[in-house]
């Protein structure tokens, strides 16, 4: 949903304290000025660059925690989501990534929604707000896109991603299936069941591997700069 309306149990006698967990330290600055000018109320508890420094620095676990997305330390969205509920506090992804496939993994594994770093300021502390009464909030017509876009559905297993992540590294068959011990017939296995997935979402079918790599980079399934699209 895209805003939120309140339900009263906001102002629940917990009190709201936020934390962050990114990797730019210019973050920091930011999120404490707008907290000081917009929501004084919010008790800022501080920014780690990942989920493990967070959760060691803090004494009282956060009520909200913004999660940007990619870190440094590559650990997976969904993993980092999993850690901080397990440890009691809501997430927000708060990104500048707009990969479907990655926005939706962490959606998945809980988190209640997606500001983008590019909204105002106003629609933070909304969020913020919103995921301390255990409300959902995505901040705008765009986030609303990137959660509720049909490619972010498109399910890979571990083992696909690695076949086509040393595709994307310019490998051969024969290169892979002696890299991951498999044999070659079981690489072209992993592939043509990605080629499928994506086929069923992308609404046409995808034949080709350059084309398939493309698709698994900028939709996120894979870690790979991204080339210029194939002609289809």
Same mark, same amino acid.
């Given at each position: 949903?895209?805003?939120?309306?309140?339900?009263?149990?906001?102002?629940?006698?917990?009190?709201?304290?936020? $934390? $962050?967990?990114?990797?730019?330290?210019?973050?920091?600055?930011?999120?404490?000025?707008?907290?000081?000018?917009?929501?004084?109320?919010?008790?800022?508890? @501080?920014?780690?660059?990942? /989920?493990?420094?967070?959760?060691?620095?803090?004494?009282? /676990?956060?009520?909200?925690?913004?999660?940007?997305?990619?870190?440094?330390? @590559?650990?997976?969205?969904?993993?980092?989501?999993?850690?901080?509920?397990?440890? !009691?506090?809501?997430?927000?992804?708060?990104?500048?990534?707009?990969?479907?496939?990655?926005?939706?993994? @962490?959606?998945?594994?809980?988190?209640? =929604?997606?500001?983008?770093?590019?909204?105002?300021?106003?629609?933070?502390?909304?969020?913020?707000?919103?995921?301390?009464?255990?409300?959902?909030?995505?901040?705008?017509?765009? $986030?609303?896109?990137?959660?509720?876009?049909? +490619? !972010?559905?498109? +399910?890979?297993?571990?083992?696909?991603?690695? /076949?086509? !992540?040393?595709?994307?590294?310019?490998?051969? /068959?024969?290169?892979?299936?002696?890299?991951?011990?498999?044999?070659?017939?079981?690489?072209?296995?992993? +592939?043509?069941?990605?080629?499928?997935?994506?086929?069923?979402?992308? =609404?046409?079918?995808?034949?080709?591997?350059?084309?398939?790599?493309?698709?698994?980079?900028?939709?996120?399934?894979?870690?790979?700069?991204? =080339?210029?699209?194939?002609?289809?």
């Amino acid at each position: 949903m895209t805003g939120y309306e309140p339900t009263g149990t906001e102002h629940a006698a917990e009190p709201l304290r936020l $934390a $962050a967990v990114d990797d730019h330290p210019v973050v920091r600055w930011g999120l404490r000025s707008c907290l000081a000018e917009l929501a004084p109320d919010i008790e800022w508890l @501080g920014l780690q660059v990942d /989920v493990a420094s967070l959760l060691d620095s803090v004494t009282t /676990v956060p009520s909200v925690v913004l999660l940007d997305i990619e870190l440094g330390n @590559g650990s997976q969205v969904e993993e980092n989501v999993a850690r901080l509920r397990e440890a !009691g506090a809501r997430v927000l992804l708060f990104t500048q990534d707009h990969r479907p496939a990655v926005v939706r993994r @962490g959606i998945e594994a809980g988190a209640l =929604g997606l500001v983008l770093k590019e909204d105002p300021e106003t629609e933070l502390v909304e969020a913020v707000r919103a995921a301390h009464a255990g409300e959902s909030y995505v901040s705008g017509r765009l $986030a609303h896109q990137i959660v509720n876009d049909p +490619r !972010g559905r498109v +399910r890979l297993s571990e083992r696909q991603r690695e /076949v086509l !992540g040393l595709l994307a590294r310019g490998m051969k /068959v024969p290169q892979i299936a002696e890299r991951l011990f498999m044999s070659p017939d079981t690489v072209y296995t992993y +592939r043509k069941r990605a080629l499928q997935a994506f086929s069923r979402q992308e =609404g046409h079918r995808l034949t080709d591997n350059s084309e398939l790599v493309w698709r698994s980079v900028v939709d996120g399934h894979i870690e790979v700069s991204p =080339g210029p699209r194939p002609d289809r």
